[in-house]
């Protein structure tokens, strides 16, 4: 059983250390006398959501255990801030790489999972995206590639090459 581990990348997460670090302290030096109640509203959450940020990066740089674990049974994604999620792969139809674009520039990208049954005890936002958007129905997981230590390509195929190929036919053991 070869498993693969896929690490945080530690360039990415100094990046966007940096990045908090400097609209942080850029906003809280900011002038709040001569402002309304509305513009100190959401400089100070503008303050909070990068000192998350400060946060978060500082966790990526310090975690040693790996952020995806793919087995030949399973993929394990480990949160930072959760418990770990197992997708088996006798349960995935189809994985596929969805990019987020802002004016043409890719700003992040996931790898969707389509598993073979919906989820049991679906919340209300899964309710409503299923109705607006039918065919995103199978979707139960996307696994964000972007603070991986990994092309979304590679990783692609090595998930599409754990998938049994009568499981996309769905036809069953019988080779």
Not at 20 to 30: A, N, P
Not at 124 to 142: A, C, E, F, M, Q
């Amino acid at each position: 059983m070869k498993e693969h581990h896929f690490y945080s990348s530690k360039i990415k997460s100094l990046v966007l250390l940096i990045i908090s670090c400097v609209f942080t302290f850029g906003l809280s030096y900011t002038d709040f006398k001569d402002e309304n109640i509305f513009i100190i509203g959401i400089l100070s959450l503008g303050i909070t959501l990068f000192s998350f940020g400060i946060l978060y990066s500082i966790l990526l740089l310090v975690r040693t255990e790996p952020l995806l674990t793919v087995t030949d049974q399973q993929i394990i994604v480990y949160n930072v801030l959760r418990k770990p999620t197992f997708i088996k792969f006798d349960e995935v139809t189809l994985f596929f790489i969805v990019d987020m674009r802002h004016y043409g520039i890719k700003t992040s990208s996931y790898i969707c999972v389509i598993t073979k049954k919906p989820k049991e005890n679906p919340n209300v936002i899964d309710k409503v995206s299923t109705t607006i958007l039918p065919h995103l129905k199978g979707i139960r997981y996307s696994i964000q590639t972007d603070i991986l230590n990994v092309k979304a390509k590679v990783l692609l195929e090595l998930l599409n090459s754990r998938i049994r190929p009568y499981s996309l036919l769905g036809k069953e053991d019988k080779w």
